[in-house]
């Protein structure tokens, strides 16, 4: 459950900031889906330890899991869907990661890495969904890998 809760408002942050891009409710929803299923399945593949190499196999499995949800609720005419859903186990692994030595305490077992993990993870994030979305005006819709509009 605690991955669903993470994900949904993960989710819901990320739609707000997207400058209307996502759609709040199928991002928030399958961010929840994919967090929740990817956090069962990776903590209970990582054997729920938390030395320094089983958070990031459990970000990476996770990420899967997340980057497919994702990715499937991307918008239409996102360009290559399919690089979000190969970068989030890569993502999701490097936030993990670099909770361990920030000194947060992941024996706390949290739904998701602390805050060294969250900027890490945006950090790195934010640039390959911003080249995937396409930007929206109102009536227009320009695809970033040709920035041809076309009416939406």
Known sequence: MGGIVTGAVIGAGQALVSSGRLSPLRWSAATAAGGGL???????????????????LM?????????????????????????????????WAAGWAVTTPAGVGVDARFTVFGATGALTFSALSGVPLHHLLPVTTPGRTTRPDSLREVDA
């Open 38 to 56: 990817g956090l069962l399945l990776g903590a209970a593949l990582a054997g729920y330890r938390t030395d320094l190499g089983s958070p990031a």
């Open 59 to 91: 970000g990476a499995v996770g990420g899967v899991l997340l980057g497919v949800t994702q990715a499937c609720a991307l918008p239409h005419t996102a360009r290559q869907p399919w690089l979000w859903a190969a970068a989030m186990p890569l993502l």
